[in-house]
């Protein structure tokens, strides 16, 4: 090899590990081994080729389908400083993940105070309909409640999702005879099956969308319910929550942090449209639509929503059909239903109703407790 | 202004990746380049090779082409949820090991010793190999191996899958530790109705299939439909391509346009006019609702637009 080639592959080499990294950066997968592979196949292909290239370190380096179009922009950057090597690659100029925002909603506000300790300044919109139910529900959930809304989320967890599934696991009393371990056992005896082992199904969990209605009118409950998101996903169960006002924002890793203070923090930050109005339609349209893969039939779909939808009713109507379709439940959970004088009648409720398995009321942790044995049958 | 010139003309390709993908062709794969590069990564690194795409794009095709171009095997394992290392890996022959120890009790008074006997029915001719087994030890030609729809299988069975991709080799507890021969070439496809997990993403190739340009349609339609006339090819792609432009819950893939072509030249079709396409929804939609808003585009004067064909 001569010497220019030599400082060529070198050159190439710290520019994929730089490549790497900005990629890393902007949350692919991009990982060291991955470099030490690029850097490899660059060598098999013609790295004067720009196509090549890029198809190459496309192929090694992005690993989902939404990493693509990433990629593609990233690449242009990173094929820029190959082409004239010495150069850094300059940071690119797409936005992070996460940026802090500055907190959009009053209430929120309040409530990310409360958080922090001083209860007693929270201050809520409170709609005159339903007012005693308000102060009722937020009045109980301090700090103190949230361990009962935990260990009762746990419970609705559970029987939310647990469903036999398709695997074996030993079990004494088990309805089907386990031949292997039979057979194991009856070497000892010559080949008579003195002691037949057994096995039974093994339980799946099944895996909850939770879809979080945070617009203006729920927000004296949008608390109570981002508790009780926050305990689900504290509760060991699979969950993949999102909130919608105007638009849908999936909010997981927001409530995946070990203490709800943080949780509450982040998701302050990370969340535009709190209190905005409903366009319950069109955000369960786009849950479907970009969120999809996620909701399949081992998916129980939740929408905690009070059904005040300022969209389109056919939207509403043909995205909750798709979604109970795909789902293997549907849930639909509504605060406003606790209140003694009030009627399903909304229009968004009307439209919604036919597609629902279980509409169920949920405002305050005695309503939870109902959830849970409700979910039982 | 000189620059943009060259970028116009395609940019020489090395010759494996242009050879495997004129090898593609020849075995009726229309493959483009990334498809190609792909394959031709899978073989050079020794990785897997996990394609994605919406249903019906050709991706279980890429398996069984590739095998067929090389005059290898194809052993294909269809995942689905509860699947498990009896049922993909191997499992005893239960009734053959029952008699056997029967027909030992009849033969000899005198028994062998526990052990010896245990050995004996816990050997390879009373092992039942299953397509991953079958991969591990299959000798000549490496296999292709095809994993398909994994992610139909559940998380516990990735997580075994991962193990075996890293290093194929299998250890089963009576026998010992199989390795392979000669490493299968791996593909794996996923339809994503559920995501996998980053370990297998990690360790395996990414390929992208997407809906078909319509310049690649018309070449896979001409090379796997040689019956339907120019006309009727054009026409049918250029109405399939519109289609997909359609807010559909479930877009037809290309398998979709292959099925509908050979069904339109089975009713002996030349040209593509409304009523054919009323009475032949059913071979390219399979949703009422999807086939309900066809009928409504239909009903208000589409089908002139959605069948024109581009020149």
Redesign the interface.
Known sequence: MSERTAFTARAIEASVVRFCRVLREHGL?A?A??SA?AV??LT???VG????VR??L???L????ND?LLFDRLFEEFWRTLRNTPAAIPKPSLPRKTRPAPLSSFSMRGWLASARGDLDTVETKAASASESLTTAAIGQLDQRDLHDIMRTARAVAKQLANRP????RPARRGARLD??RS?RG???T??DMAHLARRTRRV?PLRIVAVCDVSGSMDMYSRFFLQFLFALHQSGARVESFVFATRLTRVTEHLTRDALDDAVESLAAGVRDWSGGTRIGDSLASLEARWG??I?R?TVVTVLSDGWDTGEPSVLDAALS?LARRSRRLIWLNPLLGSPDYRPESQGLAVALPHVDDFAPLHDLASLRKLGRLLAH | MAAFVMLRY?????PE?AALQALLEQAAYVAD??VA??L??AD??E?PL?V?GPPGVGKTEIAKVLARTRNADLIRLQCY??L?A?TALYE?N?PK??LR??L??RASSA?SP?EQ??AEIFSEPFLLKRPLLQAITHTGTPPVLLIDEVDRS?E?FEAFLLELLSDFQVTIPEIGTIRATARPTVVLTSN????LS?AL??R?????IDYPTLEKELSIVRIKAPGAGDLLTRQVVAFMQSLRTLSL?RLPGVSETLDWAAALVALGSDSLDEATVRETIGCFLKDRSDAEQLRRVLDSGGFEAMAAILT
């Open positions: 997968l990982a081994v991955e592979d490899r196949a098999l292909v013609n080729d720009r196509e090549d198809l190459t496309r192929c090694l992005a690993s989902n389908r693509l599934g398709r695997r074996w031949l292997r057979l009856s070497l000892m010559g080949g799946r893969h996620l399949d081992h798709r | 395609p940019p020489p390709m090395i990746i380049r990334s590069t792909a031709f990564l050079a690194l990785r996990l994605e949820e509860g498990d009896s005893w239960y090991q029952l120890i029967k030992d009790e028994q526990l006997r245990e559940d516990e994503r109705t559920r995501e980053d993403r990690r395996c190739l990414y390929l992208w819950s």
